[in-house]
Protein backbone atom coordinates (compact mmCIF):
# COMPACT_ATOMS: atom_id res chain seq x y z
CA UNK A 1 0.00 0.00 0.00
CA UNK A 2 2.22 3.16 -1.31
CA UNK A 3 2.15 6.26 0.01
CA UNK A 4 2.62 9.66 -1.46
CA UNK A 5 6.19 10.97 -1.43
CA UNK A 6 6.74 13.48 1.05
CA UNK A 7 6.82 17.56 -0.27
CA UNK A 8 9.64 19.50 -0.80
CA UNK A 9 7.70 22.34 1.61
CA UNK A 10 8.16 26.26 1.06
CA UNK A 11 7.51 27.32 4.90
CA UNK A 12 11.26 27.17 6.64
CA UNK A 13 9.91 27.76 9.56
CA UNK A 14 8.38 24.60 10.17
CA UNK A 15 9.67 20.99 9.76
CA UNK A 16 7.37 17.32 9.87
CA UNK A 17 8.40 14.24 10.91
CA UNK A 18 8.44 11.93 8.16
CA UNK A 19 6.00 9.79 6.61
CA UNK A 20 6.47 6.17 6.02
CA UNK A 21 7.89 6.59 2.45
CA UNK A 22 8.13 3.54 -0.28
CA UNK A 23 9.64 3.24 -3.56
CA UNK A 24 7.95 5.44 -5.36
CA UNK A 25 9.77 8.81 -4.18
CA UNK A 26 13.05 9.95 -6.22
CA UNK A 27 16.65 7.67 -5.48
CA UNK A 28 18.77 10.63 -4.40
CA UNK A 29 22.72 9.30 -4.76
CA UNK A 30 24.17 9.61 -1.15
CA UNK A 31 27.79 9.38 -0.07
CA UNK A 32 28.51 8.56 3.60
CA UNK A 33 31.06 11.16 4.54
CA UNK A 34 35.01 9.65 5.25
CA UNK A 35 36.84 10.07 8.53
CA UNK A 36 38.28 13.57 8.10
CA UNK A 37 34.76 14.72 6.83
CA UNK A 38 33.02 13.94 9.96
CA UNK A 39 36.15 15.34 12.04
CA UNK A 40 36.02 18.62 9.89
CA UNK A 41 32.04 18.61 11.04
CA UNK A 42 33.14 18.37 14.36
CA UNK A 43 35.33 21.36 14.37
CA UNK A 44 38.56 22.05 15.99
CA UNK A 45 38.54 21.42 19.85
CA UNK A 46 41.50 23.17 20.69
CA UNK A 47 40.46 25.72 22.83
CA UNK A 48 38.12 23.26 24.87
CA UNK A 49 38.59 21.58 27.66
CA UNK A 50 40.38 18.35 28.49
CA UNK A 51 37.18 16.75 29.52
CA UNK A 52 34.90 17.86 26.28
CA UNK A 53 38.12 17.24 23.81
CA UNK A 54 37.81 13.63 24.88
CA UNK A 55 33.95 14.12 24.85
CA UNK A 56 33.94 14.77 21.48
CA UNK A 57 36.81 12.35 20.01
CA UNK A 58 34.97 9.31 18.09
CA UNK A 59 37.42 6.97 18.96
CA UNK A 60 36.01 4.22 18.34
CA UNK A 61 31.95 4.28 19.94
CA UNK A 62 30.56 5.96 16.87
CA UNK A 63 29.58 4.20 14.00
CA UNK A 64 29.56 6.26 10.62
CA UNK A 65 26.22 7.38 9.28
CA UNK A 66 25.44 4.05 7.51
CA UNK A 67 24.70 3.82 3.32
CA UNK A 68 20.94 4.25 2.99
CA UNK A 69 18.83 1.23 1.62
CA UNK A 70 16.03 1.92 -0.92
CA UNK A 71 12.75 3.94 0.90
CA UNK A 72 15.29 5.19 3.77
CA UNK A 73 15.76 8.69 4.70
CA UNK A 74 18.76 9.28 2.55
CA UNK A 75 18.09 7.59 -0.20
CA UNK A 76 15.19 10.08 -1.32
CA UNK A 77 16.10 13.30 0.83
CA UNK A 78 19.10 15.25 -0.17
CA UNK A 79 20.63 16.56 2.65
CA UNK A 80 23.93 17.86 2.62
CA UNK A 81 24.38 18.11 6.80
CA UNK A 82 25.23 20.77 9.01
CA UNK A 83 28.98 21.03 10.93
CA UNK A 84 29.46 22.40 14.29
CA UNK A 85 30.41 25.83 12.27
CA UNK A 86 27.60 26.03 10.40
CA UNK A 87 25.29 25.45 13.38
CA UNK A 88 26.61 28.43 15.50
CA UNK A 89 26.18 30.78 12.39
CA UNK A 90 22.57 29.91 11.75
CA UNK A 91 22.31 31.71 14.98
CA UNK A 92 19.89 28.93 17.00
CA UNK A 93 17.53 29.26 19.77
CA UNK A 94 19.20 28.89 22.95
CA UNK A 95 17.92 28.67 26.76
CA UNK A 96 18.47 31.87 28.34
CA UNK A 97 17.68 33.77 31.85
CA UNK A 98 13.67 33.99 30.95
CA UNK A 99 12.89 31.19 28.96
CA UNK A 100 14.55 27.60 30.56
CA UNK A 101 11.83 25.08 30.85
CA UNK A 102 10.50 22.47 28.60
CA UNK A 103 6.84 21.96 28.62
CA UNK A 104 4.88 19.22 28.23
CA UNK A 105 0.96 19.28 27.40
CA UNK A 106 -0.90 15.73 26.16
CA UNK A 107 -3.39 16.20 23.89
CA UNK A 108 -6.69 14.00 24.68
CA UNK A 109 -6.15 10.92 26.27
CA UNK A 110 -3.41 9.22 27.36
CA UNK A 111 -4.07 5.62 28.78
CA UNK A 112 -1.79 4.25 30.64
CA UNK A 113 -2.45 0.88 29.03
CA UNK A 114 -1.54 2.21 25.77
CA UNK A 115 0.82 4.87 26.50
CA UNK A 116 4.32 5.83 27.47
CA UNK A 117 4.66 7.15 30.68
CA UNK A 118 4.41 10.96 30.68
CA UNK A 119 7.25 10.95 34.30
CA UNK A 120 9.37 8.87 32.17
CA UNK A 121 9.18 11.18 28.75
CA UNK A 122 9.26 14.27 31.35
CA UNK A 123 12.44 12.41 32.72
CA UNK A 124 13.88 11.44 29.35
CA UNK A 125 13.75 15.52 28.10
CA UNK A 126 15.04 16.50 31.69
CA UNK A 127 18.31 14.15 31.20
CA UNK A 128 18.86 14.98 27.61
CA UNK A 129 18.87 19.15 27.73
CA UNK A 130 19.76 19.74 31.41
CA UNK A 131 16.83 22.09 31.61
CA UNK A 132 13.84 21.84 34.12
CA UNK A 133 10.63 19.99 32.27
CA UNK A 134 6.65 20.09 33.44
CA UNK A 135 3.91 18.68 32.49
CA UNK A 136 0.79 20.30 32.01
CA UNK A 137 -2.73 19.76 32.14
CA UNK A 138 -3.91 17.89 29.74
CA UNK A 139 -5.66 19.41 26.55
CA UNK A 140 -8.90 18.62 25.20
CA UNK A 141 -9.44 18.34 21.68
CA UNK A 142 -13.10 17.52 21.33
CA UNK A 143 -15.15 21.08 20.83
CA UNK A 144 -11.41 22.90 20.17
CA UNK A 145 -12.56 23.54 16.58
CA UNK A 146 -8.99 21.51 15.68
CA UNK A 147 -9.96 19.42 11.95
CA UNK A 148 -10.05 16.10 12.17
CA UNK A 149 -10.75 13.26 9.11
CA UNK A 150 -11.11 9.59 9.32
CA UNK A 151 -7.40 8.01 7.54
CA UNK A 152 -8.54 5.81 3.90
CA UNK A 153 -5.89 3.23 4.88
CA UNK A 154 -5.98 2.92 8.41
CA UNK A 155 -9.93 3.51 8.90
CA UNK A 156 -9.09 5.81 11.94
CA UNK A 157 -9.35 9.37 12.99
CA UNK A 158 -6.62 11.82 12.44
CA UNK A 159 -6.03 14.83 13.68
CA UNK A 160 -4.66 17.99 11.41
CA UNK A 161 -1.15 19.43 13.11
CA UNK A 162 -1.82 22.96 11.77
CA UNK A 163 -4.82 23.64 13.72
CA UNK A 164 -3.21 22.25 16.97
CA UNK A 165 -0.30 23.92 16.63
CA UNK A 166 -2.16 27.18 16.37
CA UNK A 167 -3.55 26.21 19.35
CA UNK A 168 -0.81 25.91 21.29
CA UNK A 169 1.27 29.32 20.35
CA UNK A 170 -1.95 30.64 22.21
CA UNK A 171 -0.61 28.45 25.44
CA UNK A 172 3.00 29.26 25.39
CA UNK A 173 4.35 29.85 28.60
CA UNK A 174 6.09 32.95 29.17
CA UNK A 175 9.00 30.61 30.70
CA UNK A 176 8.93 28.44 27.95
CA UNK A 177 12.08 27.80 25.90
CA UNK A 178 9.40 25.19 24.17
CA UNK A 179 6.14 23.90 24.49
CA UNK A 180 5.93 20.12 22.73
CA UNK A 181 2.17 18.84 22.39
CA UNK A 182 2.22 14.83 22.93
CA UNK A 183 -0.73 12.88 21.92
CA UNK A 184 -2.05 8.99 21.04
CA UNK A 185 -3.87 9.85 18.33
CA UNK A 186 -2.76 9.87 14.43
CA UNK A 187 -2.01 13.36 12.96
CA UNK A 188 -1.86 14.88 9.11
CA UNK A 189 -0.42 17.75 8.49
CA UNK A 190 -2.28 18.85 4.71
CA UNK A 191 -4.95 16.73 2.95
CA UNK A 192 -2.36 15.25 0.51
CA UNK A 193 -0.48 13.93 3.05
CA UNK A 194 -1.11 9.84 4.38
CA UNK A 195 0.07 10.91 7.67
CA UNK A 196 2.82 12.40 9.61
CA UNK A 197 4.73 11.72 13.04
CA UNK A 198 4.84 15.05 13.67
CA UNK A 199 5.10 18.90 13.50
CA UNK A 200 6.92 21.95 14.78
CA UNK A 201 7.45 25.44 14.33
CA UNK A 202 10.84 25.93 15.04
CA UNK A 203 10.70 29.65 15.46
CA UNK A 204 7.30 29.40 17.16
CA UNK A 205 8.64 27.20 19.79
CA UNK A 206 6.02 24.71 19.52
CA UNK A 207 5.72 21.02 17.94
CA UNK A 208 2.76 18.27 18.24
CA UNK A 209 4.05 14.32 18.11
CA UNK A 210 2.13 11.37 17.76
CA UNK A 211 2.98 7.99 19.53
CA UNK A 212 0.03 5.97 18.08
CA UNK A 213 1.95 4.43 15.42
CA UNK A 214 4.98 3.32 17.72
CA UNK A 215 2.18 0.77 19.10
CA UNK A 216 1.69 -2.55 17.76
CA UNK A 217 -1.38 -2.42 18.32
CA UNK A 218 -2.12 0.08 15.69
CA UNK A 219 -1.01 -2.01 13.15
CA UNK A 220 -3.15 -5.00 14.42
CA UNK A 221 -0.41 -6.61 15.41
CA UNK A 222 0.12 -8.23 19.12
CA UNK A 223 1.72 -6.80 21.74
CA UNK A 224 4.86 -8.66 23.12
CA UNK A 225 5.72 -8.96 26.65
CA UNK A 226 8.60 -6.03 26.46
CA UNK A 227 5.93 -3.63 24.59
CA UNK A 228 5.91 -1.01 27.20
CA UNK A 229 9.79 -0.81 26.97
CA UNK A 230 9.16 -0.85 23.12
CA UNK A 231 6.59 2.17 23.43
CA UNK A 232 9.00 4.12 25.58
CA UNK A 233 12.25 3.77 23.77
CA UNK A 234 10.08 4.58 20.25
CA UNK A 235 8.65 7.71 22.05
CA UNK A 236 11.70 9.05 23.75
CA UNK A 237 13.68 8.73 20.45
CA UNK A 238 10.95 11.12 18.18
CA UNK A 239 10.78 13.75 21.68
CA UNK A 240 14.38 14.01 21.65
CA UNK A 241 15.14 13.94 17.92
CA UNK A 242 12.29 16.42 17.75
CA UNK A 243 13.42 18.55 20.45
CA UNK A 244 16.97 19.32 19.30
CA UNK A 245 15.68 20.65 15.99
CA UNK A 246 14.52 23.59 18.73
CA UNK A 247 17.79 24.01 19.57
CA UNK A 248 18.84 24.84 15.83
CA UNK A 249 19.85 21.09 15.11
CA UNK A 250 19.71 19.89 11.38
CA UNK A 251 19.51 16.24 10.21
CA UNK A 252 23.06 14.63 10.63
CA UNK A 253 24.87 12.43 8.22
CA UNK A 254 27.79 12.53 9.72
CA UNK A 255 27.49 9.03 12.19
CA UNK A 256 24.63 6.44 13.23
CA UNK A 257 22.79 9.63 15.52
CA UNK A 258 19.69 9.87 17.07
CA UNK A 259 19.10 13.13 14.74
CA UNK A 260 19.41 10.94 11.51
CA UNK A 261 17.01 11.09 9.38
CA UNK A 262 14.05 8.02 9.35
CA UNK A 263 11.59 7.63 6.60
CA UNK A 264 10.05 4.53 8.20
CA UNK A 265 9.79 2.87 11.37
CA UNK A 266 12.66 0.31 11.02
CA UNK A 267 14.36 2.59 10.29
CA UNK A 268 13.85 5.15 13.23
CA UNK A 269 14.28 1.46 15.90
CA UNK A 270 17.24 1.09 14.02
CA UNK A 271 18.66 5.01 15.26
CA UNK A 272 20.83 4.59 18.55
CA UNK A 273 19.14 7.13 21.23
CA UNK A 274 22.16 9.17 21.77
CA UNK A 275 23.83 11.97 20.25
CA UNK A 276 27.13 11.54 17.82
CA UNK A 277 29.89 13.87 18.90
CA UNK A 278 28.50 16.39 16.26
CA UNK A 279 25.35 16.83 17.46
CA UNK A 280 26.60 16.79 21.07
CA UNK A 281 29.18 19.21 20.28
CA UNK A 282 26.26 21.29 19.43
CA UNK A 283 23.53 20.95 22.11
CA UNK A 284 26.43 21.39 24.61
CA UNK A 285 26.95 24.56 22.71
CA UNK A 286 23.64 26.16 23.27
CA UNK A 287 22.75 24.10 26.69
CA UNK A 288 25.83 24.83 28.43
CA UNK A 289 26.13 21.83 30.72
CA UNK A 290 29.07 19.74 32.01
CA UNK A 291 29.28 16.52 29.87
CA UNK A 292 30.92 14.42 32.30
CA UNK A 293 27.29 15.25 34.37
CA UNK A 294 25.02 15.25 31.69
CA UNK A 295 26.40 11.60 30.58
CA UNK A 296 25.60 10.58 34.04
CA UNK A 297 22.29 11.71 34.20
CA UNK A 298 21.50 9.69 30.98
CA UNK A 299 22.60 7.02 32.73
CA UNK A 300 20.59 7.17 35.33
CA UNK A 301 17.89 7.25 33.58
CA UNK A 302 18.14 4.87 31.11
CA UNK A 303 18.76 2.36 33.78
CA UNK A 304 15.65 3.24 35.18
CA UNK A 305 13.90 3.28 31.86
CA UNK A 306 15.39 -0.58 31.50
CA UNK A 307 17.84 -0.08 28.49
CA UNK A 308 20.10 -1.67 29.19
CA UNK A 309 22.21 -1.34 25.86
CA UNK A 310 22.10 2.56 26.37
CA UNK A 311 23.52 2.14 29.54
CA UNK A 312 26.30 0.20 28.62
CA UNK A 313 26.88 2.49 26.15
CA UNK A 314 26.95 5.23 28.48
CA UNK A 315 29.31 3.89 31.08
CA UNK A 316 31.79 2.73 28.27
CA UNK A 317 31.60 6.45 26.95
CA UNK A 318 32.31 7.71 30.73
CA UNK A 319 35.24 5.70 31.09
CA UNK A 320 37.08 7.03 28.01
CA UNK A 321 36.13 10.72 29.12
CA UNK A 322 37.20 9.88 32.11
CA UNK A 323 40.72 8.61 30.35
CA UNK A 324 40.44 5.28 32.62
CA UNK A 325 39.83 3.33 29.13
CA UNK A 326 42.06 3.92 25.80
CA UNK A 327 40.84 3.36 22.74
CA UNK A 328 41.98 3.50 19.30
CA UNK A 329 40.76 4.97 16.61
CA UNK A 330 38.75 4.08 13.82
Request: net charge positive; with cysteine.
Amino acid sequence: MAQRCRKELKRPLWIAVAMWVFAVCSAVDFTPPNAAERLRAIGSTAALSPTMRRALDPGRDFEPVPSPRPGDWLAVHRESGQTFEQFVASRPNRPDAQRRKIYLVPFAEFPKDRSPSLEALKECAAACFALNVEILPPLPIEGSGITTRVNRFTRKRQWLTGDILALLQTKLPADAFCLLGITMEDLYPEPSWNFVFGQALLHGRVGIYSFARYDPAFYGEPRGPDYRTLLLRRSCKVLVHETAHMFGLQHCVFFHCLENGSNHLPESDARPLRFCPVCLRKLQFSAGFDVADWYRRLLRFHQQAGFDDEAQWIEKRLRWIAGDEPQRHR
